[in-house]
């Protein structure tokens, strides 16, 4: 018996165009409305497959602050061009964050100038890199949510060569939609949840959402059918006024999440509060070693202090706006002028998680739908 | 900070909100509409008596708390809300008669909170400041149905265009204020009292049946009202104007306090942008 996975039955036309026509059919007595989705790849996937062409003009699906790599904070990118820049020091890191406009240069231009910057795959790499080389130090910039803290968590618990360090910058998601709340005040009626990050956590981390602002929350993948079927189940709740977390994405998410990443992310990290890039300091969002692992810490062991305050946004970048869903990329002044994936002004035009980079990407896709 | 104290005594709620410089962060605002709340539900009060503080009423928002803040449009905005929340609950006090007893000035949306009550007295020496343009801001607090409706369309134009602060006979001829008190503030705190404590025993049933007639317009109105001037405030908030007007507020930068509109004659206002320009 075959038991593989039809990963193609998630593209299918067919299914996708009545997903279409159901959500046509619940939306059509409904008055306009607004959900959110909070993660990089669904808005890569919704517009790579041109899904809100697939919607009611009345239904919007806007982005959030889902983008990892837009969210980091300058500071730390500031921090981690710093360490480049040291003797004998390596700064590994995943490839999305390297173009990041920082205060003064990027992490890319960083390496122009000298500074010591490797691309890793896997945080693994980071561990093999540090074994063949023990006279070099190595600090692995860590970016990205609770489905990378949770692999830098395992690895540091089951130990790491002596000159490795970790400059963390992770964030976790859930504290953030109480400031999504706040900034969009009722016109907000669902949310989207990430995919991955949810798979970590598992759903229970959100049911705040339904006991404070009776607001309803599907977990989503990230194919056409996966983000179609989400939108509906989520239009249903809507409707029915009922203001459950559903998980829409059994195939990869459990209820409870993955408890042995869980106990991982508990055992090496605390949350305290931390700052969304250009957005705010969000209480409880930020990953920060517990102190039985500040040996690992970069900040605490290593100089990593830039010599200037940091500089979150060019003036006319409306980044931070974008990731709050509050504006469109195209309202932003730079967006395909001043701003392009080859010079990008601010995060989101960098990372292919990004709104602006994936607008410019692929926004004149069409798609003709029955 | 001093308390926020909530007294009951002869059918009167006294709230008094001492804050300094008048200015309320989220904490003061959250803690004020407590307050408010707890004075509306006390059924041993009739008549609520908001008495500000012995400087200032309420000069609303506090703009260093936000200016110190990490993305300080949001927390103004948050500010803002707190604070539409207070004035909504005075508006929405229908089972008490809600006095303004203004000892010292208001601004921005310290008039608002102090011109949602049904009636106000003040002493004689203050200013109301009620322009939120000089900051960068269109204003929130409910002042889009508030302000036509006490001055009226013409005069709310004035205020909020010119943004100049006017002085309490001002306030008075406008129908901003009832009364003035004159006298020395423990004399001002005797009359407000006894005024308060008459209304709350006589006749207090058909005072609050006026009150939710002559009100009904106005509450239908403000739903609708509110989410245009947030919207508006929103973009305020992001605007580059707000910014530059806070920093000169917060930084107090001599030579470099924003020319009034009190002020527009043609020489000083190019002399003081031509000093802008040479920075």
Same mark, same amino acid.
């Given at each position: 018996?075959?038991?593989?996975?039809?990963?193609?039955?998630?593209?299918?036309?067919?299914?996708?165009?009545?997903?279409?026509?159901?959500?046509?059919?619940?939306?059509?007595?409904?008055?306009?409305?607004?959900?959110?989705?909070?993660?990089?790849?669904?808005?890569?996937?919704?517009?790579?497959?041109?899904?809100?062409?697939?919607?009611?003009?009345?239904?919007?699906?806007?982005?959030?602050?889902?983008?990892?790599?837009?969210?980091?904070?300058?500071?730390?990118? !500031?921090?981690?061009?710093?360490?480049?820049?040291?003797?004998?020091?390596?700064?590994?890191?995943?490839?999305?964050?390297?173009?990041?406009?920082?205060?003064?240069?990027?992490?890319?231009?960083?390496?122009?100038?000298?500074?010591?910057?490797?691309?890793?795959?896997?945080?693994?790499?980071?561990?093999?890199?540090?074994?063949?080389?023990?006279?070099?130090?190595?600090?692995?910039?860590?970016?990205?949510?609770?489905?990378?803290?949770?692999?830098?968590?395992?690895?540091?618990?089951?130990?790491?060569?002596?000159?490795?360090?970790?400059?963390?910058?992770?964030?976790?998601?859930?504290?953030?939609?109480?400031?999504?709340?706040?900034?969009?005040?009722?016109?907000?009626?669902?949310?989207?949840?990430?995919?991955?990050?949810?798979?970590?956590?598992?759903?229970?981390?959100?049911?705040?959402?339904?006991?404070?602002?009776?607001?309803?929350?599907?977990?989503?993948?990230?194919?056409?059918?996966?983000?179609?079927?989400?939108?509906?189940?989520?239009?249903?709740?809507?409707?029915?006024?009922?203001?459950?977390?559903?998980?829409?994405?059994?195939?990869?998410?459990?209820?409870?999440?993955?408890?042995?990443?869980?106990?991982?992310?508990?055992?090496?990290?605390?949350?305290?509060?931390?700052?969304?890039?250009?957005? !705010?300091?969000?209480?409880?969002?930020?990953?920060?070693?517990?102190?039985?692992?500040?040996?690992?810490?970069?900040?605490?062991?290593?100089?990593?202090?830039?010599?200037?305050?940091?500089?979150?946004?060019?003036?006319?970048?409306?980044?931070?706006?974008?990731?709050?869903?509050?504006?469109?990329?195209? !309202?932003?002044?730079?967006?395909?002028?001043?701003?392009?994936?080859?010079?990008?002004?601010?995060?989101?035009?960098?990372?292919?998680?990004?709104?602006?980079?994936?607008?410019?990407?692929?926004?004149?896709?069409?798609?003709?739908?029955? | 900070?001093?308390?926020?104290?909530?007294?009951?005594?002869?059918?009167?709620?006294?709230?008094?909100?001492?804050?300094?410089?008048?200015?309320?962060?989220?904490?003061?605002?959250?803690?004020?509409?407590?307050?408010?709340?707890?004075?509306?539900?006390?059924?041993?009060?009739?008549?609520?008596?908001?008495?500000?503080?012995?400087?200032?009423f309420?000069?609303?928002?506090?703009?260093?708390?936000?200016?110190?803040?990490?993305?300080?449009?949001?927390?103004?905005?948050?500010?803002?809300?707190?604070?539409?929340?207070?004035?909504?609950?005075?508006?929405?006090?229908?089972?008490?008669?809600?006095i303004s007893a203004l000892r010292g000035s208001a601004s921005?949306?310290g008039v608002m909170?102090a011109i949602a009550a049904d009636l106000r007295y003040a002493r004689k020496n203050i200013v109301l400041n009620p322009?939120?343009?000089?900051?960068?801001?269109?204003?929130?607090?409910?002042?889009?149905?508030l302000l036509?409706a006490i001055i009226g369309?013409g005069f709310t134009?004035k205020l909020?265009?010119?943004?100049s602060p006017i002085s309490a006979d001002e306030g008075l001829r406008l129908g901003l204020l009832h009364q003035l008190i004159p006298g020395?503030?423990?004399?001002f705190?005797?009359n407000i009292?006894?005024k308060?404590?008459?209304?709350?025993?006589?006749?207090?049933?058909?005072?609050?049946?006026?009150?939710?007639?002559?009100?009904?317009?106005?509450?239908?109105?403000?739903?609708?009202?509110?989410?245009?001037?947030?919207?508006?405030?929103?973009?305020?908030?992001?605007?580059?104007?707000?910014?530059?007007?806070?920093?000169?507020?917060?930084?107090?930068?001599?030579?470099?306090?924003?020319?009034?509109?009190?002020?527009?004659?043609?020489?000083?206002?190019?002399?003081?942008?031509?000093?802008?320009?040479?920075?």
């Amino acid at each position: 018996m075959n038991n593989r996975l039809n990963l193609g039955a998630f593209k299918d036309r067919e299914i996708v165009n009545k997903l279409a026509q159901q959500i046509k059919s619940i939306s059509a007595q409904m008055a306009p409305l607004k959900i959110m989705h909070i993660c990089g790849g669904h808005e890569n996937a919704i517009v790579r497959h041109a899904l809100r062409q697939f919607l009611p003009a009345h239904i919007k699906v806007v982005a959030g602050p889902g983008c990892p790599v837009c969210v980091c904070p300058v500071e730390s990118i !500031d921090e981690a061009i710093t360490l480049s820049l040291l003797p004998k020091v390596t700064l590994l890191t995943f490839g999305d964050i390297l173009r990041v406009p920082a205060t003064k240069s990027s992490l890319e231009e960083a390496r122009v100038n000298g500074g010591s910057v490797k691309i890793v795959y896997s945080p693994l790499d980071a561990i093999k890199l540090a074994q063949n080389e023990p006279q070099q130090t190595f600090v692995f910039f860590s970016v990205g949510f609770e489905t990378t803290a949770a692999g830098i968590a395992g690895l540091i618990r089951s130990g790491v060569p002596e000159n490795l360090f970790f400059l963390i910058a992770n964030r976790y998601m859930p504290p953030v939609l109480k400031l999504l709340m706040e900034v969009h005040d009722d016109s907000l009626q669902g949310f989207l949840l990430a995919g991955h990050a949810t798979a970590i956590t598992g759903l229970g981390v959100y049911d705040f959402m339904h006991d404070e602002f009776k607001l309803p929350c599907a977990t989503a993948g990230f194919e056409p059918v996966d983000i179609l079927l989400a939108i509906r189940e989520l239009l249903k709740l809507i409707k029915n006024h009922q203001h459950q977390v559903i998980n829409c994405y059994s195939r990869v998410i459990k209820d409870e999440g993955n408890r042995i990443a869980q106990q991982c992310l508990r055992e090496v990290f605390d949350l305290k509060p931390g700052v969304w890039r250009g957005i !705010d300091r969000v209480e409880d969002s930020a990953y920060v070693l517990k102190d039985k692992y500040a040996f690992l810490d970069a900040r605490k062991q290593l100089a990593c202090q830039p010599p200037y305050p940091p500089q979150a946004h060019h003036p006319s970048c409306l980044c931070h706006r974008v990731m709050l869903g509050e504006v469109e990329p195209q !309202d932003c002044k730079l967006f395909k002028k001043a701003c392009t994936p080859a010079k990008p002004f601010g995060p989101c035009m960098v990372s292919p998680e990004g709104t602006c980079h994936v607008r410019y990407s692929y926004s004149e896709i069409k798609i003709g739908c029955s | 900070m001093q308390e926020i104290s909530y007294q009951a005594r002869n059918n009167v709620g006294h709230i008094k909100f001492p804050i300094h410089n008048g200015a309320m962060d989220l904490s003061h605002c959250r803690q004020l509409l407590q307050t408010i709340e707890l004075a509306k539900a006390d059924d041993s009060s009739k008549v609520i008596v908001l008495w500000g503080g012995p400087d200032f009423f309420s000069n609303g928002i506090d703009l260093n708390a936000v200016h110190l803040q990490y993305n300080a449009s949001i927390l103004a905005y948050k500010n803002l809300k707190a604070l539409n929340k207070i004035v909504h609950a005075v508006l929405t006090a229908d089972t008490k008669l809600v006095i303004s007893a203004l000892r010292g000035s208001a601004s921005a949306g310290g008039v608002m909170l102090a011109i949602a009550a049904d009636l106000r007295y003040a002493r004689k020496n203050i200013v109301l400041n009620p322009s939120y343009a000089n900051l960068g801001l269109c204003g929130s607090e409910y002042w889009s149905v508030l302000l036509p409706a006490i001055i009226g369309y013409g005069f709310t134009q004035k205020l909020l265009y010119e943004a100049s602060p006017i002085s309490a006979d001002e306030g008075l001829r406008l129908g901003l204020l009832h009364q003035l008190i004159p006298g020395e503030p423990d004399a001002f705190a005797d009359n407000i009292t006894a005024k308060a404590e008459y209304l709350a025993s006589t006749n207090i049933n058909a005072r609050l049946a006026a009150k939710s007639v002559l009100n009904q317009r106005l509450l239908a109105q403000m739903e609708t009202q509110v989410r245009l001037e947030l919207e508006k405030m929103k973009d305020c908030c992001n605007h580059p104007e707000f910014e530059t007007a806070r920093t000169r507020f917060v930084e107090k930068r001599r030579g470099q306090q924003q020319p009034l509109f009190l002020n527009a004659a043609p020489g000083y206002i190019r002399q003081i942008n031509k000093g802008d320009d040479n920075e």
